[in-house]
């Protein structure tokens, strides 16, 4: 088998995939056997290329190995190690971390307890619904808690700069249980909230096949710690015990984080950023990305990728684009807005958002306590709820307006639900924020002629990451509490559904090699 790189198409020969292969190798069409795609990428520098690399089974192939862009096809695989001894590891939290976490467990041999302080993603369904419909917001089921996480109600993006051998696992996984085959090889693969909610169900239902037990609706109140070792932990009252326990946690347990520092578990303060959310027209985005070929039946929405260094040397940047989608609020909290954004699978909507966020460094909210960016994130999140008229609805304005400090009717309405109140942003964020901010989108208004004059901005958004990271040894055990691994987003060791769900992985066979050293063989 062969891998083939570099076999580009135009749009008009997007089907004639096997006919390019064999035009790049000067191969008699007859000669290719079979093929599969292993990649596929969109150039639109100069006219738009669609760019494949290709596994092929070829007659004669070793003719062609000395070819420009041919190499051989080496096979890299990777496997779950059995366990071999019976445990039941705990799991804290199912969003992508623990859920990897508690699937390689329990595909390993070992029961794992799955304790998740929201509700199963059928319930989670109906409360969110009814903080976008009615403003009626349940603190322990929300975009941000529940089965699934965050992720869940999102884009479904798995797009990762890692390439880590296990990313191809998790991947597979995903089609498993109900993801599209193309993710295997698209150049920014996404799932899509529609196709999420049945996929998370589905890992949920083979982890408790595999003998996983699961807890819904069950907070984990603290950890039960002796002599710097954790033992167990406190859910809804009862002591659970086990001798390995992953704190799988989200980005937004602000209550669990706040109980495991008084446990004294080591963790550090860390930059992280706040912003706002924009939306435009996504015929826009698309006109700038494929120019004069951007209605072709066969291009799917675009997407945009944008960074700037500011004046003051803060990183500004896009992040968590959904094309085709919606933007929506994502509180954990009474008396709080929080935006995120959305896309269905086929990412069909007449919008597209993205969040611009701003960095905000240790020195800007650290004062006594590595916790302190907490009260930083709240204290925007709460300003933005009085703002929006203390009823759910988000801060919002024309992006021009909020340049210029000019004050015009929106250019459209927002599909942010609630609701939106139309104001002037300026008393939301720091001096040094508005500053980066503004001098950033007069940039991304360079790259993408009209991101200033066809946009609006939905505020704010605070939610992209951990305000700490949870320190860990080599083992991914934490620095000073024996048997309890911190991974994730909450733990400050990834960000976004696949990275997240590679360090649940890496945590889950980290717990498997240490039972296994134990054992003789």
Not at 165 to 186: D, V
Not at 400 to 421: A, E, H, M, R
Request: aromatic letters at 10%.
């Amino acid at each position: 088998m062969l891998v083939i790189n570099q076999i580009k198409c135009s749009l008009n020969q997007i089907n004639q995939l096997k006919q390019r292969i064999a035009s790049k190798l000067k191969a008699p069409l007859e000669d290719i056997l079979h093929y599969e795609i292993l990649k596929e990428s969109i150039d639109a520098r100069k006219e738009v290329i669609i760019v494949y690399s290709c596994l092929v089974n070829i007659k004669h192939e070793q003719r062609y190995l000395s070819k420009q862009d041919v190499s051989l096809y080496h096979p890299e695989v990777f496997s779950i190690p059995p366990a071999l001894k019976e445990t039941s590891p705990i799991v804290i939290g199912f969003g992508p971390s623990g859920m990897f976490a508690a699937l390689t467990l329990a595909q390993s041999g070992l029961t794992p307890i799955i304790f998740e302080r929201g509700s199963r993603v059928e319930k989670r369904l109906e409360d969110v619904e009814k903080l976008w419909k009615d403003g009626i917001i349940n603190p322990e089921s929300n975009v941000q808690f529940g089965e699934g996480g965050a992720g869940t109600f999102s884009d479904g993006k798995l797009t990762t700069r890692s390439k880590d051998l296990r990313i191809h696992h998790i991947f597979e996984m995903f089609i498993e249980h109900g993801a599209k085959e193309e993710i295997r090889y698209k150049q920014h693969p996404h799932i899509g909230t529609d196709c999420l909610v049945d996929i998370v169900r589905n890992i949920r239902n083979h982890i408790i096949e595999l003998g996983g037990t699961f807890y819904f609706d069950t907070k984990v109140e603290s950890l039960l710690i002796e002599k710097e070792t954790c033992i167990g932990i406190c859910a809804n009252g009862k002591n659970y015990y086990s001798n390995y326990v992953v704190l799988a946690i989200g980005h937004s347990a602000y209550d669990t984080l706040k109980s495991i520092y008084t446990d004294q578990v080591y963790m550090e303060a860390k930059d992280f950023a706040v912003g706002v959310r924009v939306e435009h027209p996504q015929k826009m985005i698309d006109k700038n990305q494929y120019k004069q070929y951007f209605k072709h039946p066969l291009l799917k929405a675009s997407e945009y990728r944008l960074t700037y260094q500011a004046s003051n040397a803060r990183g500004v940047y896009s992040f968590c684009m959904c094309p085709g989608g919606y933007v929506v609020a994502s509180n954990s909290n009474h008396g709080e807005i929080v935006t995120n954004g959305m896309s269905k699978s086929k990412r069909d909507h007449v919008y597209a958002n993205s969040a611009i966020l701003v960095q905000v460094k240790k020195e800007d909210y650290y004062k006594s306590s590595v916790l302190d960016g907490i009260d930083y994130l709240k204290k925007i999140e709460q300003q933005a709820y009085l703002l929006g008229g203390s009823n759910y609805y988000a801060p919002c304005c024309n992006i021009k307006d909020f340049v210029y400090d000019t004050n015009n009717p929106l250019i459209f309405k927002p599909t942010y639900l609630p609701g939106v109140k139309q104001m002037d942003m300026n008393s939301l964020f720091s001096t040094s924020i508005l500053l980066s901010l503004k001098e950033a989108l007069l940039h991304f208004d360079k790259k993408i002629p009209g991101f200033i004059e066809q946009g609006v901005m939905i505020a704010p958004e605070t939610r992209s990451s951990s305000v700490v990271r949870i320190l860990r040894n080599e083992q991914l055990e934490s620095l000073n509490t024996k048997q309890l691994y911190p991974c994730g987003e909450g733990a400050g060791y990834a960000g976004g559904i696949t990275s997240s769900a590679l360090d649940g992985l890496k945590v889950a066979i980290a717990i498997i090699e240490d039972i296994n050293k134990g054992v003789k063989q």
